[in-house]
């Protein structure tokens, strides 16, 4: 049976064959399509803040104040308090938390950057309180110069775990497909769309990209030798080595949270069938043995259990099964079309596309109570990805009859939208927390 899969390039179990060209690995060459972001919803509840221009910016690249600005602004639960004063603010001024707090103001964050000798920069920071009247945190950290956008990202992180008890995912990073005539390009990037890396391009499709548990690998599917084959692909260096070639399709790449075994989906023996396998292809094990479609693996939080996609039941609907292959349950019930599950990182939530009435959305599910929600008001959705943090879910849309980027809170309230000028977006993923 046909998911109507012919709308998603991403399921190359349909054996599309194209004309091959050799990719082009670009691991360091920038991308030329900035993304540009368009906030609509805020959330419950917003903290005021305040960002004063870190003394020392002038004339470098990355100015800190915007980027803590835009970072806190796009996460919704915080709204920026513009305020003019003549007064430069460092991270040693002394504040008068009263005066703030009567101007709306709830945090402040102040700080500065200094050239060393050695060509590095001393960035510095402090974040007061004015409700708590004091100061929060103060830090300082030495980078080169081209930290500085991740280190403004650093910040905002901080800012937000401190008022909102949860890591902030500014200083994460996402991955997706960049498609224009002709060519396709694995893009790495900022959360935020900005600092944009080529990590391959191809005049033939790449899809499926998906993050090592450690955010040092992609996994992918690239039809570049006729056929597609699902590669890894190491983002420092640019080396890249195809893991999954075997006869006929090999696609929907999954982690094992462990980050050495690799789900994959093949037509090797019969039909789209899920199988696991070491990371040097080793130690091939199938999970699935029935007619039709078995595809889009993941693995839950823990690593025991496979979240996947099936037609065995008549429509695609999500299963689940151990991730030996054993005790296969359905979990979606609702509409008679239901595919690409996605875990959040902390086991509770599952997100994946409904489609109903010619629509495709964005779902979440509670997985302890089975209860479900529709996330978005867009209608051509697909590829959701939870954030690091299960705050926030990357998903792939259209706008304007193009692909694009969009983020939508779990809880549907903040949406953001990513676009670009010149080309369509598809294929996204979020990166996990690293120590960067």
């Not at 003549?86 to 001024?93: K, Q, R, S, W």
């Not at 224009?180 to 790449?206: H, M, W, Y």
């Not at 190491?234 to 982690?255: E, M």
């Not at 980050?259 to 090797?268: F, H, N, P, S």
Request: proline content about 5%; hydrophobic content about 35%.
């Amino acid at each position: 049976m046909n998911f109507d899969f012919t709308r998603r390039v991403k399921q190359s179990m349909l054996g599309l064959v194209y004309l091959a060209c050799a990719a082009l690995s670009l691991a360091s060459a920038p991308a030329h399509a900035q993304l540009k972001i368009d906030i609509t919803g805020v959330g419950q509840s917003q903290i005021a803040f305040s960002a004063a221009p870190f003394t020392g910016n002038a004339g470098l690249p990355v100015d800190i104040k915007s980027v803590i600005e835009a970072d806190l602004v796009r996460s919704g639960y915080f709204k920026s308090i513009n305020t003019s004063s003549n007064v430069v603010l460092d991270e040693n001024t002394v504040i008068d938390p009263t005066a703030w707090k009567s101007i709306g103001v709830d945090a402040l964050v102040v700080g500065s950057v200094k050239k060393l000798a050695d060509g590095r920069l001393d960035v510095r920071f402090n974040l007061h309180d004015t409700v708590q009247q004091k100061s929060v945190g103060r830090f300082s950290y030495v980078i080169n110069p081209s930290a500085l956008r991740l280190t403004a990202h650093k910040i905002a992180d901080y800012v937000y775990k401190t008022f909102l008890g949860e890591p902030g995912i500014f200083a994460t990073r996402i991955a997706y497909v960049e498609k224009s005539p002709g060519q396709s390009k694995l893009i790495v990037a900022d959360a935020d769309g900005a600092n944009q890396q080529v990590a391959l391009a191809s005049r033939e499709p790449i899809i499926s990209p998906t993050w090592s548990p450690d955010g040092k690998q992609l996994a992918y599917v690239s039809f570049e030798t006729k056929k597609p084959v699902v590669f890894v692909h190491t983002l420092a260096t640019g080396q890249r080595r195809a893991v999954a070639n075997f006869r006929g399709s090999n696609s929907a790449p999954a982690w094992a949270p462990d980050g050495q075994k690799l789900a994959v989906v093949l037509t090797k023996d019969s039909g789209s069938q899920i199988y696991t396998m070491n990371l040097d292809g080793s130690d091939l094990k199938r999970l699935t043995n029935t007619g039709g479609i078995n595809t889009e693996p993941v693995y839950s939080a823990d690593g025991k259990s496979i979240y996947f996609t099936s037609d065995r039941s008549g429509g695609p609907q999500v299963y689940r099964m151990d991730s030996d292959g054993s005790n296969v349950t359905r979990v979606t019930f609702e509409g008679n079309y239901n595919i690409s599950p996605k875990v959040s990182p902390d086991g509770k939530s599952l997100t994946y596309v409904n489609r109903s009435n010619g629509q495709f959305k964005v779902m979440i599910m509670d997985l302890s109570s089975g209860t479900t929600q529709s996330l978005t008001n867009t209608s051509q959705d697909e590829s959701p990805s939870f954030s690091p943090n299960n705050r926030y879910i990357l998903y792939a849309t259209k706008s304007g009859g193009k692909g694009v980027l969009a983020v939508v809170s779990s809880d549907g309230r903040v949406r953001n939208e990513l676009t670009s000028s010149n080309a369509s977006i598809t294929e996204p993923t979020w990166g996990p927390f690293v120590d960067q």
